[in-house]
């Protein structure tokens, strides 16, 4: 982990144990340094498991071999190796995969297709599957870690460890979420190398946990960007191990499925957030929101456009309220959009209305908003009811530094 | 025109006079600088035109005026304001350009229709009308200028002037094509803060002139981008004046049409180069070819893909054989690929081949041509016959410094 952390970092919150997930962590040296690379997390029988997964087509085989257990719905232990992503690997990339399954699965006396593995870091090279086995074997010998030493070993260029947790009344129980997440750069979630796992004592039905998941994705991992890169390995995966005594949901009529969905998509958020809070280079937070679309799917692609564009972030990190950046990124999207109707706030303060600037408005404020750590920006189109919010960070040296000194 | 001149800037070339072009240059003062930023340009009576424009949703007034005169095919000048795009600017933007049309049109005796009408700057400040006027009178009284000193007048952010000429053989006559053009950034051609203007002394009727400068635009101007944002103001013209006097060019089977579409091809590429060697920050011109696609417009959006993709160019800021980002880039494309076939090259040399790093592959030779200020990144598909050859620069420290310190 770095050592210059984010000026947008929060503390790492007080994570409880979760009933049925037990975290372990250990050293697999994937890389030349002296910290916990490799993360255990063994699950108990009956866990249900939900995904989604990077639509890039050039998926690392990890993504490929989640994408398949999926499909079964459960699950008994995850596995994360930092430090190489094992993308790009042809056979022998595969055949780590499917080694690291094959001895956790051993020593859990389960299927490898009960075994879900994440792997992130460099591309091109194949994991070494001597380490990640010894790996494996110290990690199943150690005593349980807590949440913080798993989010730390998760992590890679990340400059803080991310976690976050909520919890819901579901059938009478109170059910604990609890979420980990790794990401700072090639964040473009098109669905972020970001690397989420989320754990409740929750009894949920896979399909439901899928149902809800992929919902929850759709306003907060999907909504974020960092870089416009995707990458080939991001991977979120919910496990919820049914040791919270609640009867299971099912569907949406089930007591507490609200309620669940709800702090899914709560926790799906915080952990969001933390991600663009250690996007590479980032000194500010910038809220991006577009209202008055012909659609919420155009609303969103305007909003992506604008948090993309070079020059809004660059602006932003030169704290200048330079609109016109804006006008440019609503009009590249492509997206229905009539420039004389168009409307756009910094903060509180409306700063161009009806197609021009809105003479004589008040720069003080929306000057002292910019020099704060989070910044709103409003665009709104004037067409329609479409609405979309989505997050990313400015763009600043840092990420310069971060990115053209980064050594393949 | 900044101080500081891009290391990839080529030197002005002699460019000769077109018959019936006549360039001159005022100091209009749209910002507070001791130079010449009103180009005026007037054409000989008999003079056809043609026009790419910024498909951005929320286009310059200029842009739209020229949209409509462009249905006329004829033009008798055009009238370039730097460092004020007009952009953004309501009733008050449009009736400037109108301004503009009227009062050249009554200089020179001829329909406000056949007056083209550029700007480029700020976004969002109405283009103040008394300046115009007092400028063109100024223009207009001056004696002729070369074209260096237009191409000096219509720059902004541009680190250095940029012209081209080529010439071609039609119906037995030499025909000159001159172009100038300027652009920095805020490049990423739709059809590039991007504005070119061709002038050429062939006789060419609008129509055969306008699908010329289409098909041209399509493998010049719409294959450079610098950042990936798209003007709203983006105009390249192409103006001929007839004073060869060849029989005017009508269509396909005219004699001497492929030596014409072929130089203006060769002459838009020429002057889309330059833009790109200007990039903001640019220290290295990046040229990137993809072959084995589905398709070329398939290609042509993978192209565009890896030359936007923030980590690739910071990659070769860094001179880092990063091919990894490469792959990441082609995945995130949404395009037919296949990782398994997928080959990439630096210069001469596959780094990656089947879907894997080339074992041994030798690094001497990838990591001089990295070192070099032009880089050529190859990546071949194995799907198709499809292909597209892009240009862009690396992202820098330069960029950022540039853009986070320019205030609106």
């Avoid at 022998?92 to 006396?109: D, K, P, S, T, Y």
Wanted: a negative charge.
């Amino acid at each position: 982990m770095s050592t210059s952390i984010s000026p947008l970092a929060t503390p790492f919150p007080d994570l409880p144990a979760v009933a049925g997930a037990t975290p372990r962590v250990a050293r697999a040296h994937y890389k030349t340094w002296d910290r916990c690379d490799l993360t255990f997390v063994t699950l108990d029988e009956g866990t249900a498991v939900a995904g989604v997964l990077t639509q890039s087509k050039c998926p690392s085989p990890e993504v490929e071999w989640c994408r398949k257990a999926l499909v079964l719905g459960k699950a008994r232990a995850l596995v994360v190796n930092a430090g190489n992503s094992n993308a790009f690997t042809g056979n022998r990339g595969r055949a780590a995969v499917e080694a690291i399954a094959a001895r956790a699965a051993g020593q859990l006396g389960c299927q490898p297709s009960d075994i879900f593995v994440a792997s992130t870091g460099v591309i091109g090279v194949p994991l070494p599957i001597d380490k990640a086995e010894a790996g494996l074997d110290a990690a199943f010998n150690a005593a349980p870690s807590d949440w913080r030493a798993a989010a730390e070993a998760i992590g890679t260029t990340d400059t803080y460890p991310k976690g976050a947790v909520t919890t819901a009344i579901v059938d009478g129980r109170t059910v604990t979420l609890v979420g980990i997440i790794k990401g700072s750069g090639m964040i473009a979630p098109d669905m972020a190398t970001m690397l989420g796992f989320i754990f409740t004592d929750a009894a949920v039905e896979p399909a439901f946990l899928q149902a809800a998941l992929s919902a929850a994705n759709g306003k907060t991992f999907s909504c974020i960007t960092v870089d416009g890169d995707t990458s080939t390995s991001d991977t979120v995966l919910a496990f919820a191990t049914g040791k919270a005594g609640n009867a299971a949901l099912t569907g949406d009529d089930s007591p507490g499925a609200d309620a669940f969905r709800a702090a899914l998509a709560d926790l799906c958020r915080q952990l969001a957030m933390l991600v663009v809070r250690d996007g590479e280079g980032a000194q500010k937070l910038i809220e991006i929101t577009v209202t008055g679309a012909e659609s919420d799917r155009s609303a969103h692609r305007i909003a992506m456009s604008i948090a993309n564009s070079p020059l809004v972030k660059t602006a932003i990190a030169g704290e200048d309220a330079n609109w016109g950046r804006v006008v440019m990124a609503v009009g590249k999207a492509g997206e229905p959009a009539e420039r004389d109707r168009l409307a756009i706030r910094f903060g509180a303060v409306e700063v161009a209305r009806d197609g021009l600037a809105v003479e004589g408005y008040d720069e003080a404020p929306v000057a002292a908003h910019l020099k704060g750590r989070e910044v709103e920006i409003g665009v709104d189109l004037g067409l329609g009811d479409g609405r979309a919010t989505v997050w990313t960070c400015d763009l600043t040296h840092g990420y310069i530094s971060i990115n053209a000194d980064y050594r393949s």
